[in-house]
């Protein structure tokens, strides 16, 4: 079993849609949530970052984290085409290496 | 101005060879990293270097070795290559090697797409 899993989609969801991204990990070390957006055939960019348990609001993104559960979480209100990309979510323990889940691709429809 | 650089973007060689990625920042960060992304787009870390010191290596073959000259440059030199080996190589770099906002926020290069036939 991965430490962290993701569903690898395709989601397709018409522009303006609220999309709803998740990740499950079994390591309770893990401390720091991230999601990272890679556009096709480039490098991934940060996008969302939350320590600990809560919900982080930027602009249209919410990122969410439920430790209880071993959850997290990525809102996109408003969904627009240049949103269509694939999504990993990522996280650190202790270690302090980046656990990425598999990418989830999201096509968001004109 | 690009920030992490990688070169070639494709390469494509024959099962056996050995063949170089270079990587360079110019972004003034301590640490470096390589991951490779297989075709299932699952990103997994193979090494970091931390101000031209070896922190990470994962279980990855012998036949990679990683070498960083200076700060700003990690390669990553791959020797027998094997079909397994074809992937899409990730270089990128961060201040620290731990886990603050900001500090230690990776910033990743275009990759490298490797096929070895």
């Known amino acids: 079993q991965k430490e962290v899993e993701q569903d690898p989609g395709p989601l397709s969801v018409p522009e303006g849609a609220i999309v709803s991204l998740n990740c499950t990990y079994s390591?309770?070390?893990?401390?720091?949530f991230m999601w990272y957006r890679q556009y096709s055939r480039k490098g991934p960019e940060l996008l969302m970052y939350?320590?600990?348990?809560g919900n982080k609001e930027d602009g249209r993104f919410t990122a969410q984290v439920d430790k209880s559960s071993k959850y997290i979480s990525l809102f996109i209100r408003d969904s627009q085409p240049s949103d269509s990309a694939t999504y990993l979510c990522?996280?650190?323990?202790?270690?302090?290496?980046?656990?990425f889940g598999s990418g989830t691709r999201l096509l968001v429809r004109p | 101005d690009t920030a992490v650089s990688q070169t070639p973007k494709y390469l494509v060689t024959q099962m056996g060879n050995d063949k170089s990625i270079k990587c360079e920042q110019n972004?003034?960060?301590?640490?470096m990293y390589w991951y490779k992304q297989d075709s299932k787009k699952f990103l997994k870390i193979m090494f970091s270097?931390?101000?031209?010191?070896?922190?990470i290596n994962e279980t990855v073959p012998n036949r990679f070795s990683p070498k960083s000259p200076d700060k700003a440059h990690l390669n990553l030199h791959i020797n027998s290559l094997e079909l397994g080996d074809s992937a899409v190589y990730f270089c990128?770099?961060?201040?620290?090697?731990?886990?603050?906002?900001?500090?230690?926020?990776?910033?990743f290069g275009p990759g490298t797409r490797l096929t070895v036939l």
């Open positions: 939350t320590y600990s348990s």
């Open positions: 390591n309770s070390a893990f401390q720091y």
């Open positions: 990522a996280m650190i323990g202790s270690s302090y290496k980046l656990i």
């Open positions: 270097y931390n101000n031209k010191e070896l922190i």
């Open positions: 972004l003034g960060h301590d640490t």
């Open positions: 990128a770099s961060s201040q620290g090697a731990g886990a603050r906002i900001g500090t230690d926020t990776q910033y």
